[in-house]
């Protein structure tokens, strides 16, 4: 009798052990991990563009007789392929959902090495070409990151349509040489989010929204939605490892430490 008994006992404890324990595991499941909450962004690139018979140019050459190494910088991604001929080709090329986005450069020279500074942007698919903004932009003070971003009196992108956009700058940083040009060059296309897309972004916060916009191979809306989170909070240690992990996700992780600049 005393040993049923006993069986009786440990049979409880052991079914009460096994209940407490899976309480416990269901509570930790709904919590993200350490290394799920630290995963860096990662932009997960579109299929390629289609071959448009002209490259885009992401970088240029540093100028002569400037105190930089670092040449002018498009923050876009690129894709090597080939053309219809089966050349290589480089294109420049970058998603968003904006119908007036903004472009990210990284201009290397002081403002007063800066003789000019023009951005254009342009519908290639008419014949001829039509200009769609063509403005000579202020110089930052100092060497950084800007934005362009297209203003309110510049007709909206249209969905589907891809767009070539330019900046080119005239640099003078010796006057025993002549000035020299520097220019990035680039696509930029207009996409309708799907719906799942509409929704997550509808319920997350800002920094949410950069790795949705990442995860769902938009570039411009992740690059600025960061950009202007960092601007806000220069200081933020998570903000700055998203922009580490978002640059470095194509190839530009040498200017991850440069800073914003007005």
């Known amino acids: 009798m005393k040993n049923d008994l006993r069986k009786i006992q440990i049979t409880a404890l052991f079914s009460l052990i096994a209940l407490f324990s899976s309480i ?12 799920a909450q630290n995963t860096p962004i990662k932009f997960i690139p579109p ?29 876009v991604p690129i894709y090597e392929g080939t053309t219809t001929q089966a050349s290589p080709i480089t294109q420049v090329w970058g998603l968003t959902t904006a119908e007036l986005p903004s472009f990210w450069f990284f201009v290397p020279y002081e ?28 110089p930052p003070q100092a060497p950084g990151i800007m934005n362009i971003k297209l203003p309110s009196n510049v007709s909206a992108l249209q969905i589907g349509k891809s767009y070539n956009w330019f900046l080119k700058l005239k640099v003078d940083c010796n006057s025993q040489l002549p000035a020299q040009l520097e220019y990035v060059e680039g696509w930029v296309q207009r996409v309708k989010p799907n719906s799942k897309l509409v929704s997550s972004l509808a319920g997350a916060s800002p920094q949410q929204k950069v790795a949705l916009y990442a995860e769902n191979s938009i570039w411009h809306d992740a690059l600025t939605t960061l950009a202007e989170l960092r601007l806000s909070k220069p200081k933020d240690a998570a903000l700055m490892a998203d922009w580490n992990g978002l640059l470095k996700s194509v190839g530009l992780e040498n200017l991850a430490n440069q800073p914003l600049v007005k």
């Open 24 to 35: 416990v595991c269901s509570t930790c499941s709904l919590a993200p991990t350490a290394s």
């Open 47 to 75: 299929p390629p563009p289609p071959d448009r018979g002209a490259a885009g140019t992401r970088g240029g050459s540093a100028s002569r007789g400037c105190s930089s190494d670092q040449p002018l910088m498009a923050l």
């Open 111 to 138: 403002k007063t090495s800066i003789k000019t500074m023009e951005f254009v942007l342009k519908d290639e698919t008419t014949k001829p070409s039509k200009t769609m903004y063509r403005s000579f932009v202020t």
